[in-house]
């Protein structure tokens, strides 16, 4: 079933165009990395999804619920803003009680949901403590725990990593891996952590003035916009010479030279004609067949970053 | 959800008053009325102010200022939140806006219930010996009820489209200082048809006149109820401007 489904969703501020166009469907449990530069149009996309932001055009869905039904659709999902704000005299437990309370939980209900979801979230020895001696990350983490206040079946992340530390980080991008994992639900991230989201989400939607510049399954989106088309590879500083001379002469390989300031390092550029993985199976078998050892050998250009430096350069 | 305001209610009640400002604003109100009363009373020691004009006088301070408390409460309810990042996610929760901001209107006019309670003993200090209690009490409740609940609609309405706390406050305080001013204006100007159309007019003195007349000069509520058109008429505004307001409600304001 699909969980998420934007057609031809625009949105427009004046002369500008925040989001332009934006066509997709996300499938119920997939985890959707949303990707761009800053300024692509990500948080606009997430509100106008979210129903904070009507759209200027275009039509959605959420949870199988259309756009116009907000109120429905704001039952169904559970959404941590960007740069959320807290109210400092509050304890986290009353907070989360609070927006339990407002998604039509009872107070008895209320309060032992917020309590559990303290627990899931990692705290509740500060379910007590008022919300101004949280640290950023237990306020991320708080964030996260009010979107699930009312068991959503889609989950919208807004830069839930931003301003933390690589802990911080970690234990937010754990966090929602045990969310669609455990919980089930459906989970739009953005976020500017490329490594992580190759790590966490199934697919990735890269947004570049406001516009889809790549969308898909993530290694899809990332050998379809980033196939490798370079290797680093570690011999002997006494046998680069050699090396450099056998892998010239190869169909697969369009350059070879010495690695500057590096001893034993041969930089190769692999011919446009061959897959990587073949081009780089041909190198191999080259060097193996000459006697030359082979300490390391690594393809450059295949991870997300490269893939959304590529897309959004273009 | 049909109870969400009182919720929202309960929750805006205990961050005003548990938490938040509001028994600060108590006490300085608590002053000033002390200050008024007690300038009015030593002045009707020496003869130069009639009792009844004392107590007239008290509780016009009374219903003004504490109407301005609800204003102020109400200017900072949405606006506030947008400041602190937090109205985003109450406009997720799957509420009526309109009942986010009737909650939020509850708790700006239990400023003016706890001001008028406040006033309760300083207006029998000064009234209970000319037998004037009942009547100033409950002219006085019912002007200031009127007129806490069309400033805090105000306010809830500019709130709703400011972009800061800092804009809505001075807006605000803008139509408040315009409202203010004729009080202030030599008995001269007040007189005559044009300063008694611009008093009826003016929903704030209109009001105050109102208590005036009942109190001071001890003419009959039905008699004087002309004077409760502008109040009747500022309060259905205020209102309505609350409720397309909230209607109307955004994350970022108008500028959205």
Not at chain 1, 258 to 284: F, H, K, M, Q
């Amino acid at each position: 079933m699909t969980a998420v489904e934007a057609t031809g969703l625009t949105r427009t501020y004046g002369a500008v165009t925040a989001v332009d166009g934006l066509t997709f469907e996300l499938e119920e449990g997939r985890v959707l990395g949303v990707l761009g530069p800053n300024g692509a149009g990500k948080t606009t996309a997430i509100r106008m999804l979210t129903t904070i932001l009507p759209p200027s055009s275009g039509r959605f869905a959420v949870a199988g619920i259309p756009d116009g039904s907000e109120r429905e659709i704001r039952r169904r999902i559970g959404v941590l803003p960007e740069s959320a704000g807290y109210p400092a005299r509050e304890s986290g437990e009353e907070y989360l009680a609070y927006h339990a309370r407002l998604h039509g939980r009872p107070a008895a209900e209320a309060v032992a949901a917020a309590r559990r979801l303290l627990a899931e979230v990692g705290l509740a020895d500060r379910e007590s403590a008022l919300i101004h001696t949280y640290s950023r990350g237990m306020r991320q983490r708080l964030g996260i725990a009010r979107a699930l206040v009312n068991d959503p079946a889609v989950v919208f992340l807004d830069e839930p990593t931003l301003g933390l530390d690589p802990q911080g980080q970690r234990d937010v991008l754990q966090m929602v891996r045990r969310l669609a994992g455990e919980r089930g639900v459906t989970v739009l991230l953005s976020t500017h952590l490329l490594d992580e989201v190759e790590q966490v989400c199934t697919d990735v939607l890269i947004l570049n003035h406001g516009k889809v510049a790549a969308l898909g399954p993530v290694a899809a989106v990332v050998s379809r916009a980033a196939a490798p088309r370079s290797a680093r590879l570690r011999t002997g500083p006494d046998r680069v010479e050699e090396a450099v001379t056998l892998l010239a002469a190869i169909h697969a390989v369009s350059a070879a030279r010495a690695a500057d300031g590096r001893p034993g390092e041969v930089t190769i550029e692999l011919s446009a004609e061959l897959a990587a993985p073949a081009a780089a199976a041909a190198v191999l078998a080259t060097l193996v067949e000459a006697g030359v050892p082979v300490a390391e050998f690594t393809l450059e250009g295949g991870r997300l970053s490269d893939a959304f430096l590529e897309v959004v350069s273009t | 959800m049909s109870g969400a305001w009182t919720i929202v209610a309960r929750r805006e009640l205990a961050d005003l008053w548990l938490r938040g400002r509001g028994f600060a604003l108590l006490v300085a109100y608590s002053v000033l009325l002390s200050a008024t009363t007690y300038l009015v009373a030593t002045n009707q020691a020496i003869n130069f102010i009639e009792q009844r004009e004392a107590v007239g006088l008290t509780l016009q301070v009374a219903v003004a200022v504490g109407a301005l408390l609800s204003l102020l409460a109400a200017a900072d309810a949405l606006s506030g939140e947008r400041d602190r990042g937090s109205l985003e996610a109450l406009l997720l929760a799957p509420v009526p806006r309109w009942q986010l901001v009737a909650g939020k209107g509850a708790s700006a006019l239990s400023l003016w219930l706890a001001a008028f309670a406040v006033a309760v003993p300083y207006v029998w200090f000064l009234g209970h010996g000319i037998g004037l209690v009942a009547v100033p009490l409950s002219a006085g409740l019912a002007v200031g009820t009127l007129l806490a609940v069309a400033f805090a609609a105000m306010g809830l309405a500019v709130s709703a489209g400011a972009s800061t706390s800092r804009v809505s406050l001075a807006v605000c305080m803008l139509v408040l200082l315009a409202l203010y001013v004729p009080t202030q204006f030599p008995v001269g100007a007040t007189t005559g048809w044009a300063g008694e159309l611009l008093q009826r007019f003016n929903p704030l003195t209109a009001g105050l006149h109102f208590l005036g007349r009942l109190v001071i000069d001890g003419h009959g509520a039905f008699e004087e109820a002309s004077w409760l058109a502008a109040p009747a008429l500022f309060v259905t505004a205020a209102v309505a401007a609350a409720a397309v307001a909230a209607r109307r409600l955004r994350l970022s304001g108008v500028r959205e």
